[in-house]
């Protein structure tokens, strides 16, 4: 079944060549009024503007320049460590998946290029895709996405900026976000040249504390396990200590001036492009 498309666009001016539905400050003969320029520097006479020409200090002749619309490349940029393998009452890896089918989809239906670049321990060259007009690429990065065993990791999350275009770019930063605060803010200063959209792909069974008792605790991404006695008082620390982090969490997206997706219910077209309404 195919995922619905979300609706997108991109803050400022798009810096691309290529033609796409993003504003930018390229082209001549566009729709958008950018401006005047002598006609040594733009060659289309259709252009000139009398009046322009009449006010011009030197007497030179004006023509008017409008901007063209240019594409924006979309990359996903995706956390494959082990705690993405959680399964609540959806699977990360298939929320995933379908967000990733629907960027790429929704990227094509914009007329610009989509690329992947998956991360563990470090960028998987693997799960690393240039970006592409091609159709249907989503598709198969999803099919191999739900049929995938995370391990390791997520630190290879801060080295993604180097499989990134140098041009501007609309970035997903697609992860549960389980990694410490300090490393966190590596990845994002790292990513600070391109427009971020930070995606938390939680679920809600994720953090609700344990019931009370002898309980065999495991670290999704080390693997190490550890036999606890929940208590009441434990309990509490357990909430507290959660409340702690998503405030941290915040925080630090908003020292970046990032405006964070949480997709905490499955993937929903609607969240998506109502985020980008909302920015």
Not at 91 to 101: H, I, M
């Amino acid at each position: 079944m195919a995922v619905s498309e979300f609706h997108y666009r991109v803050r400022g001016r798009a810096s691309g060549h290529g033609p796409g539905a993003h504003r930018s400050r390229r082209g001549e003969s566009g729709l958008e009024f950018r401006g005047h320029v002598p006609l040594l520097d733009a060659a289309d006479v259709r252009r000139i503007d009398v009046h322009a020409s009449l006010r011009d200090a030197f007497g030179q002749w004006q023509l008017k320049v409008f901007s063209e619309p240019m594409a924006v490349p979309v990359i996903v940029v995706a956390d494959l460590s082990a705690s993405m393998a959680y399964r609540g009452e959806r699977a990360k890896l298939d929320v995933l998946a379908d967000f990733t089918e629907a960027a790429a989809q929704s990227a094509w239906r914009h007329g610009d290029p989509f690329g992947f670049v998956g991360c563990d321990d470090a960028v998987r060259r693997d799960w690393l895709t240039p970006p592409t007009r091609r159709r249907g690429q989503g598709g198969l990065l999803a099919q191999r996405l739900r049929a995938l065993q995370p391990h390791g990791s997520a630190r290879g999350l801060a080295l993604a900026a180097r499989a990134l275009p140098q041009r501007r770019s609309l970035v997903f930063v697609v992860s549960d976000f389980h990694l410490p605060v300090p490393e966190l803010d590596s990845v994002l200063a790292a990513l600070a040249h391109h427009e971020v959209v930070p995606v938390l792909l939680w679920d809600r069974h994720e953090f609700e504390p344990p019931r009370n008792g002898i309980l065999q605790l495991s670290d999704p991404e080390t693997g190490q396990q550890r036999l606890v006695w929940m208590r009441t008082a434990l309990r509490e620390r357990w909430v507290a200590a959660q409340a702690a982090r998503r405030a941290a969490l915040q925080a630090l997206f908003h020292l970046h001036r990032l405006d964070p997706l949480v997709l905490d219910d499955g993937y929903r077209a609607d969240a998506v492009s109502a985020h980008f309404v909302r920015a």
